[in-house]
C-alpha cells in the first residue's frame, strides 16, 4: 500500500538557513523537556531523548502538519507512569507498538478531520490554558527553584520564588539564577520589538537562541554556580527492543486498554494541538488524517526502539513557528541534533543554564495567553467567550485533558441549548392596526414548538398576520407543519398569514431562494389546496 504524504517543499538556501536557525531553537527546548518528563513519567531520561529523535524525523517527516512539532509530551505522564507502576516497564513497548498502529488504521480510515469539529473557543482556551501552565511552572524554573503539583499552586506560591531571588541567603543561588533568567525575558522582549526594523542578516536570528546564547556566555565568564542542563553520557544504550516477554502482556485485556487509552490521548492531544498551530500562522492548514497516521508511524517506531509515547507538543511548536519556521524540515533537523547533542557535544549542552532555557518558555508561555481573543469572543457572543475562560480555568485547575474535556462538553452544551433555543416576539404596527407581526429568532426545531404554539395562540383574531422567519437560524418541518396548520385555522375565523423570509435583509442568494421555494412548498402541501402567501 503506497502512503500518501503532503509534498515536500522546494527551498532556496535562505529559506534552508531559516528552517536550519529555527531547528536550533527547537532543540534547545526540546532537550530539556525530553530529559524532564522521562524522568516525571518513571522512565530512564534516555527513553525521552529516543521519543524527541523519533517524534521528529519520523513524524516531521510524513506530518500532516507542517509545522508542529512531535515528541514526548507532559499530558501523558500519568498515563505511562500508570502503566509502568502497573505493568512494569517491560510492557511499555508493546502497548506503544499497538496503540501507533491503532492510530495508523485510523488516520487511513479519515477519522482525523473530526477533530475540526471542536469548537474554535475551545481551541483558543486550549492555547491561553497551556500558557498559564508553562508560564506558572518555568517561572520557578527559572529561579532555580522547583515547581509544585498543579497550575494553580505554581501560580499562587510565584510570590515565594521571588522572595527567594530578592532577598538570597548565602547557601543559595536563586538571585544569580534570576538575574540569567532576566537578561533573558530582556533580550527576548527587545529582540522581538526591534527585529522587523533590523537588516535582512540580523532579522533571520531567532530571539530565543539569542537569549540562550547570551546566558551562556555570562555564567561561563562569572562561572556561576547555578543548574545547567544534564545529557546522558554517550549514545549506548539509548535504544532498546521490545522482548517476546513484554509483547505477551499485550493478551491481558487490561494492557489493550492501556493501548486504546494512549491512542486516542496522544491523537487528541496530537490534532488538537495541530489545530491550535494552525492559528499560529498563515502558511498551510494541517492535513489531519495525514498526521494521525504520521503520529501512528511514530509511537509504532517508538514502541520498537524503546522510547515513550508521541504526541504533537504545543511549547515546541509554539518555539518553532515564532522562530519563522515555514516548512517540516526544522522539525526534522532538531531531531539531528538530538543526536549529535547526546553522541558528540554532550559537554557544550551543559554549559547551558537552565534559567536562560526555562525564560524563553515563560516568554512562550505569556504569549500564549492572549488576552486580545477573549474580548474578540465576547463581541461574537457571550457563549463563546464563557466557553474561552471556563477551559482555561478548567485546564489550570486540573491537567490539559481534563479541561479540554470540560471545554468541549460545554461547547457542546451551548450547542444544544442553540438549537433548542427559540424566541417568539408579537408586535402591532402603530400606522396599521390590523397588522401583526411575529417575528421567529433562534432555531424553529420539535423542541420549540410548546414556545411558539404558546405564542401564536395570543395572537388576535382577524388580523393580517406576518410571520417573520428571516432572523431564524434554522427552522425545520415540524415547525412549518405547525405554522400551516395555525395558518389553516386562522384564515378560516377571517385572518390572513404572510410568511416573510427575507424582506427585512434579503441578500438575493441562492439559499435564501431555496429558503423561500422550501417555505412555500412545506406550506402548500400541509394546507392541501390553501396557497401560502411569501412577500
Not at 490534532?271 to 488524517?289: F, I, M, Q, T, W
Not at 477551559?391 to 486540573?398: F, N, R, S
Amino acid at each position: 500500500m503506497s502512503t500518501k504524504t503532503t509534498a515536500k517543499p522546494k527551498m532556496g538556501s535562505k529559506a534552508m538557513f531559516t528552517e536550519f536557525l529555527a531547528s536550533i531553537v527547537v532543540f534547545l527546548v526540546a532537550l530539556p523537556l525530553c530529559l524532564g518528563i522521562a524522568i516525571a513519567s518513571g522512565v530512564p531520561p534516555a527513553m525521552g531523548i529516543v521519543s524527541g529523535i523519533i517524534g521528529g524525523i519520523a513524524v516531521g517527516y510524513f506530518a500532516g502538519s507542517p509545522l508542529q512539532v512531535s515528541g514526548p509530551a507532559a499530558g501523558l505522564v500519568v498515563i505511562v507512569y500508570d502503566i509502568v507502576q502497573t505493568h512494569g516497564l517491560i510492557a511499555l513497548g508493546p502497548i506503544l507498538v499497538l496503540a501507533g498502529l491503532i492510530q495508523v488504521v485510523a488516520g487511513k480510515l479519515k477519522l482525523g478531520q473530526w477533530f475540526r469539529a471542536v469548537a474554535p473557543a475551545v481551541i483558543y482556551g486550549m492555547l491561553s490554558g497551556i500558557g498559564v501552565l508553562i508560564f506558572a511552572s518555568q517561572f520557578h524554573v527559572m529561579l532555580d527553584d522547583a515547581p509544585v503539583s498543579s497550575g494553580i499552586n505554581n501560580l499562587l506560591s510565584i510570590p515565594t520564588s521571588v522572595m527567594k531571588a530578592i532577598s538570597p541567603v548565602e547557601t543559595e543561588t536563586h538571585h544569580l539564577a534570576a538575574g540569567i533568567g532576566l537578561l533573558a525575558l530582556s533580550i527576548l522582549t527587545v529582540w522581538n520589538w526591534a527585529q522587523p526594523k533590523l537588516p535582512g542578516f540580523l532579522k533571520a536570528v531567532p530571539a530565543p537562541l539569542l537569549a540562550v546564547a547570551s546566558g551562556v556566555i555570562v555564567a561561563g565568564i562569572f562561572n556561576l554556580p547555578i543548574s545547567y542542563v544534564e545529557v546522558p553520557d554517550s549514545m549506548s544504550g539509548l535504544v532498546s527492543l521490545p522482548t517476546l516477554e513484554g509483547a505477551a502482556f499485550l493478551l491481558k485485556p487490561s494492557v489493550l486498554g492501556s493501548a486504546i487509552a494512549v491512542a486516542v490521548i496522544a491523537s487528541a492531544e496530537a490534532l488538537l494541538c495541530a489545530v491550535a498551530v494552525d492559528k499560529l500562522h498563515n502558511g498551510p492548514r494541517s492535513d489531519l488524517d495525514q498526521e494521525l497516521f504520521a503520529q501512528g508511524i511514530g509511537n509504532t517506531l517508538s514502541g520498537l526502539l524503546g522510547g515513550l509515547p508521541i504526541t504533537g507538543v504545543i511549547v515546541r511548536s509554539t518555539a518553532n513557528v515564532a522562530s519563522g519556521a515555514k516548512t517540516r524540515w526544522s522539525a526534522v533537523m532538531h531531531a539531528g541534533w538530538l543526536v549529535l547533542a547526546v553522541g558528540a557535544l554532550p559537554f557544550l549542552l551543559e554549559k547551558i543554564p537552565v534559567a536562560s532555557l526555562a525564560a524563553v518558555l515563560v516568554y512562550i508561555g505569556y504569549k500564549l495567553v492572549n488576552v486580545k481573543i477573549a474580548k474578540t469572543l465576547w463581541e461574537r457572543g457571550k457563549g463563546e467567550a464563557v466557553i474561552y475562560i471556563v477551559t482555561v480555568g478548567a485546564i489550570v485547575a486540573t491537567n490539559l485533558l481534563e479541561g479540554l474535556m470540560v471545554g468541549i462538553a460545554l461547547a457542546f452544551l451551548k450547542l444544544a441549548w442553540s438549537f433548542s433555543h427559540l424566541d417568539v416576539e408579537q408586535t402591532e404596527r402603530e400606522d396599521n392596526p390590523k397588522l401583526v407581526d411575529v417575528h421567529l429568532r433562534g432555531s424553529g426545531t420539535f423542541v420549540g414548538l410548546p414556545t411558539l404554539a404558546r405564542a401564536l395562540k395570543k395572537v388576535p383574531e382577524g388580523k393580517e398576520v406576518h410571520i417573520h422567519l428571516e432572523d431564524a437560524d434554522y427552522v425545520d418541518h415540524a415547525c412549518f407543519e405547525l405554522l400551516s396548520d395555525w395558518r389553516t385555522q386562522y384564515e378560516l375565523t377571517g385572518g390572513e398569514v404572510v410568511v416573510e423570509l427575507d424582506t427585512l435583509n434579503r441578500r438575493g442568494t441562492y439559499r435564501h431562494q431555496q429558503r423561500e421555494e422550501a417555505a412555500n412548498k412545506a406550506m402548500a402541501e400541509n394546507t392541501k389546496n390553501t396557497p401560502t402567501k411569501v412577500a
